[in-house]
């Protein structure tokens, strides 16, 4: 079992900036492609950001949305994975979630941080 632990989220005003992070309890983080999705009030959960496991070069995508303001990172000696975002808005208001898919296909969820942009 895989349990994946969120923090850093909050209260924000627009364009400023928040560093969530997502601690994962074993070793599967390495080879996990990680993720951070997002819910807004009223809508459908969707991706934010994905990074793939070192064998795949840690290539990130990212939603049209949050290009060129947020980055993915990760840091495998502490299994842990990264969101920094930047220029902030509102309607980046949402619980943001951490996503693990292991080799497996397996997708194991965190608890949920709530970012909150509004002057």
């Known amino acids: 079992q895989v349990h994946l632990v969120e923090s850093g989220g909050g209260l924000v005003q627009p364009g400023g900036s928040l560093r969530l992070s997502c601690a994962a309890s074993?070793?599967?983080?390495?080879?996990?492609?990680m993720g951070w999705y997002r819910r807004a009030p009223g809508k459908e959960r969707e991706v934010v950001a994905t990074?793939?496991?070192?064998?795949?070069?840690?290539?990130?995508s990212y939603a049209d949305s949050v290009k060129g303001r947020f980055t993915i990172s990760r840091d495998n000696a502490k299994n842990t994975v990264y969101l920094q975002m930047n220029s902030l808005k509102p309607e980046d208001t949402a619980v943001y979630y951490c996503?693990?898919?292991?080799?497996?296909?397996?997708?194991?969820w965190g608890q949920g941080a709530q970012v909150t942009v509004s002057s």
């Open positions: 074993t070793s599967i983080f390495s080879v996990s492609t």
């Open positions: 996503n693990a898919k292991a080799p497996d296909y397996t997708n194991y």
């Open positions: 990074i793939t496991p070192d064998r795949y070069a840690n290539y990130a």
